[in-house]
């Protein structure tokens, strides 16, 4: 979705952006019907992230409108509304934390802190331990945010 992101608010390529959005959807609407840590996470960041207004483009909508049609059509494992929320509250500390941080303090750990978004992760990692979804879920959601830096750095390398 970085990638994605990217190209829609750096290089306003809507149709590009959308047809990523289109992957992007699919993989975690996949992903979440398969596994009830990926369906907290795949839930909670969208819902995180509309909450905190980011879903600012119409490649976000439709990714969004993908990922709910998947969920809809094969279904997601049961949740916990208490953990589905522990995520969406971390998701939306992140996403706040992310974009006021730097107006509200010059320290390098904070800034840091927020701008990799480290609330969610620091609460995937104790819902894990918690025993709330497999460690495993909680490695592979690392994996996937080292993926999302790395698809900043080669649109910045490429574009």
């Known amino acids: 979705m970085k990638y994605s992101d990217?190209?829609?608010?750096?290089?306003?390529?809507?149709?590009?952006?959308?047809v990523l959005g289109v992957i992007c959807g699919l993989a975690s609407?996949?992903?979440a019907i398969y596994d009830v840590g990926a369906a907290y996470?795949?839930?909670a960041i969208?819902?995180?992230?509309?909450?905190?207004?980011?879903?600012?483009g119409a490649h976000h909508i439709v990714t969004l409108i993908v990922f709910i049609l998947i969920c809809l059509a094969f279904g997601i494992p049961q949740l916990?509304?208490?953990?589905?929320?522990i995520c969406i509250l971390g998701t939306l500390a992140d996403e706040v934390g992310h974009e006021l941080i730097d107006t509200v303090t010059q320290n390098k750990f904070l800034n840091l802190f927020f701008e990799y978004r480290f609330?969610?992760?620091?609460?995937?990692?104790?819902?894990a331990i918690c025993g709330a979804f497999s460690i495993w879920t909680f490695v592979c959601f690392l994996l996937f945010e080292i993926s999302y830096v790395i698809a900043g750095i080669c649109f910045e390398k490429f574009n």
């Open 46 to 56: 969208p819902i995180g992230n509309f909450l905190a207004l980011k879903i600012d």
């Open 119 to 127: 609330v969610l992760k620091i609460v995937l990692c104790l819902l």
């Open 6 to 18: 990217d190209l829609f608010d750096v290089n306003h390529d809507l149709k590009f952006a959308t």
């Open 41 to 43: 996470i795949f839930i």
């Open 80 to 85: 916990s509304l208490v953990i589905l929320l």
């Open 29 to 31: 609407g996949v992903a």
